[in-house]
């Protein structure tokens, strides 16, 4: 009888330790599906961030290339008219047409 209480005693003893295990098991998956749920969203957050930012910087870029294209535009239009007053007074110099001005179309 003494055999069978200890036994017994054992297998509850072995038992408990299982069960704790068991306890301590799901209690570490709740604890990483939490950090993984909280990692997922960290990382979308993330992604989203990024993406808005690249297109805020796109924007820029294109805000800044289009300010360089009309400054170009403008200094490239104003030498031309400058040069066609240059060409005009040259032209005006060269045949002697002092007071009458005349624009060379071209």
Do not use: C, P
């Amino acid at each position: 009888m003494e055999t069978t209480f200890f036994v017994l005693g054992m297998l509850s003893i072995i038992g408990a330790i299982a069960l704790a295990t068991i306890v301590w098991g799901v209690l570490k998956i709740n604890k990483l599906t939490k950090s993984i749920k909280q990692l997922e969203e960290w990382i979308q957050s993330n992604e989203r961030n990024r993406w808005d930012e690249a297109n805020r910087l796109r924007d820029d870029m294109d805000r800044k290339f289009e300010d360089a294209e009309r400054n170009i535009v403008s200094h490239v239009s104003h030498m031309v008219n400058e040069s066609k007053s240059y060409t005009d007074s040259r032209f005006d110099k060269a045949t002697g047409l002092t007071g009458e001005k005349k624009l060379i179309k071209g």
